[in-house]
């Protein structure tokens, strides 16, 4: 459902939905048997230890951190980045290349990009990102909300990001 604010033009909410909906064909089709795949259970603590030391919630060097999530972001949402290195800017880009590639087919998916407007760290391998997904330039989901992984010295677009923005078009998608 796509709601409509003052002042706001519906055209620019149609192309964003337009932007989703024309990833569900290409995202359903991919298979996940769930491998490769982190879960709450792979990731915790034993029970009596904490997954983190104290004070670990963000990064050595919070500043270069946030420069390089800020910067990575906006290559994989910049529609000129090659599939190749969206695969290196994704946290298991690799499992995921048949999705992104059907982005870089697709005239909507060329008009959209993405702004970080803000990085707030929850642990020093993980923070949540704060962005405005534009169309054409125009902020067309703005204030939306996504994580960042460290994984393999990289910070990453995590892949619950991508599969939620997929995934607003209300289907379910397989591989997400």
Known sequence: MVFERPGRRPRLAALVAAAVLVLTPAVASCSDDGEGRSTDLETSAPPGMTALPPDADE???PAAAEAEITENWTAFFDPKTPVDQKVRLL?????M??????FAGDKNAAMTSAKVTGVEFT?????????????????ALPDAQ??????????????????????MSGVTVQGC
């Open 91 to 95: 946290e298991n880009g690799e499992e």
């Open 146 to 167: 996504g994580t960042s992984v460290l994984q393999d010295d990289t910070w990453k677009v995590s892949v619950r990001t991508l599969c939620g923005l997929v995934e």
């Open 59 to 61: 990064p050595d060097d």
């Open 97 to 102: 290349r048949d999705v992104l590639g059907a």
């Open 123 to 139: 642990s020093d391998t993980e923070a949540n990102v704060t962005y405005d997904l534009l169309v054409g330039g125009n902020p």
